[in-house]
């Protein structure tokens, strides 16, 4: 296929689409099987590779902190209740069960 000139121009959205469809594939292509290509492809690949790895590590993140959130409200609603209740008759509030 040859180059388009400004008088061969397609007059549809559509052709110019498809023609830029066929010279980045093209491009590509040309790309891929230059001397280049195999350490190109190799760096994309580890570069989706590290993608879904932060996404992962990203995910896992979000499940520990809601955890951790979790416990810590469920503990703070269970400690508020009898935190400064009196069972032994004096007017001192018992001692938190934190060790910090």
């Known amino acids: 296929m040859g180059e388009v000139t400004a008088d061969q121009a397609p ?50 993140n979000s499940s520990v902190g809601r955890y951790f959130m979790t416990a810590l409200e469920r503990r703070d609603s269970d400690d508020s209740s009898g935190r400064h209740c009196s069972t032994s008759g004096s007017s001192r509030p018992r001692p938190s069960r934190r060790s910090w």
Do not use: C, D, H, P
């Open 11 to 60: 007059s549809q959205e559509g052709a110019l689409s498809r023609l830029t469809a066929v010279r980045l594939a093209r491009a590509i292509r040309n790309f891929a099987t230059s001397e280049v290509g195999t350490r190109a492809a190799a760096l994309a690949g580890l570069l989706l590779a590290l993608l879904l790895a932060i996404n992962g590590l990203k995910v896992v």
